[in-house]
């Protein structure tokens, strides 16, 4: 079970897995006060995801700008890579315009 750090109002400011001399108060795993204090770390992820999403997106227009100027042949990539780019560019055309990967920048 984790440990718990109090500050003068009540709210937790510190988590431990192992009891201290200042971290001593056992709270349930699944508690709402350690989800909400853990919280932000899950921001975190959701931030580092949703930007991982956008970088595929840019390396997919670097990928075809380095096939449209014959810097590399798609043939020159595995099977399962070309599978993937040309389903992703299949779905890019079916949506259309509404993909505005790298805007205006």
């Given amino acids: ?21 200042d971290i001593y108060e056992e709270v349930p795993e699944g508690s709402a006060e350690l989800a909400a204090f853990l919280g932000d770390g899950e921001a975190g992820r959701e931030s580092i995801d949703q930007t991982d999403q956008d970088f595929v997106r840019v390396l997919e227009d670097v990928v ?29 055309s079916e949506l259309g315009g509404r993909l505005d990967l790298i805007g205006e920048d």
């Fill in 64 to 92: 075809q700008l380095l096939i449209d100027k014959g810097v590399i042949l798609f043939t020159d990539l595995p099977d399962s890579a070309q599978e993937k780019i040309m389903r992703r560019q299949r779905l890019r």
């Fill in 1 to 21: 079970m984790p440990y718990v750090k109090r500050d003068a109002t009540g709210a937790v400011v510190a988590v431990s897995r192992d009891s201290t001399v």
